[in-house]
């Protein structure tokens, strides 16, 4: 028992493996949890809970998330460097971030909606519940706010990278 969090080291055996613990972990947990990469040996635990942190970091606050350390590469290396991450977020959504807290959020939402659905303009529009041409409106508005072309890999990435660097760090807009 930490004052933050609860830390354990569990042995996994043939009959016990991590995607039988990561599915009891989900049912038992009310909150965000952080798992390291399996390790061998005990000597790597202090590595192994580095990894943890991290991985518990990227978690959306008030969450049931299990994040596994080495399935979430972008938010953990972000996560690792908070404030390199923060250059990235300012750098490319800087223009975004400082409009009003509610069109900051809208824009934003819809972008992360977008993500979620692979780019799928139609499938965000009916997450929203808005129609198609709105979430059009808003992803164009996004591209003219921060010079990124949602159509090209790098201005992609790179709004990738601001919007979950944004998520990590509970920016505005993300909150």
Same mark, same amino acid.
């Given at each position: 028992?930490?004052?933050?969090?609860?830390?354990?080291?569990?042995?996994?055996?043939?009959?016990?493996?991590?995607?039988?613990?990561?599915?009891?972990?989900?049912?038992?947990?009310?909150?965000?949890?952080?798992?390291?990469?399996? %390790? $061998?040996?005990?000597?790597?635990? $202090?590595?192994?809970?580095?990894?943890?942190?991290?991985? %518990?970091?990227?978690?959306?606050?008030?969450?049931?998330?299990?994040?596994? %350390?080495?399935?979430?590469?972008?938010?953990?290396?972000?996560?690792?460097?908070?404030?390199?991450?923060?250059?990235?977020?300012?750098?490319?959504?800087?223009?975004?971030?400082?409009? $009003?807290?509610?069109?900051?959020?809208?824009?934003?939402?819809?972008?992360?909606?977008?993500?979620? @659905?692979?780019?799928?303009?139609?499938?965000?529009?009916? /997450?929203?519940?808005?129609?198609?041409?709105?979430?059009? %409106?808003?992803? /164009?508005?996004?591209?003219?706010?921060?010079?990124?072309?949602?159509?090209?890999?790098?201005?992609?990435? @790179?709004?990738?990278?601001?919007?979950?660097?944004?998520?990590?760090?509970?920016?505005?807009?993300?909150?």
């Amino acid at each position: 028992m930490e004052v933050d969090a609860h830390v354990g080291v569990v042995v996994l055996t043939p009959r016990m493996g991590i995607d039988r613990l990561c599915s009891l972990l989900a049912e038992l947990t009310t909150g965000p949890v952080g798992l390291s990469a399996t %390790y $061998p040996s005990l000597d790597q635990t $202090p590595a192994a809970l580095r990894q943890a942190r991290l991985a %518990y970091a990227t978690a959306t606050p008030g969450s049931r998330e299990l994040i596994r %350390y080495e399935r979430a590469p972008i938010a953990v290396l972000l996560a690792g460097a908070p404030d390199a991450a923060a250059v990235v977020a300012q750098a490319i959504l800087g223009p975004v971030l400082a409009l $009003p807290a509610v069109e900051c959020d809208v824009l934003l939402g819809t972008l992360r909606v977008w993500f979620a @659905e692979h780019g799928a303009t139609a499938e965000a529009a009916g /997450k929203l519940h808005v129609h198609r041409n709105t979430v059009r %409106y808003r992803l /164009k508005r996004i591209e003219e706010l921060t010079g990124r072309s949602l159509t090209q890999p790098t201005g992609l990435a @790179e709004l990738h990278l601001a919007l979950e660097a944004a998520r990590i760090l509970r920016l505005p807009g993300e909150g």
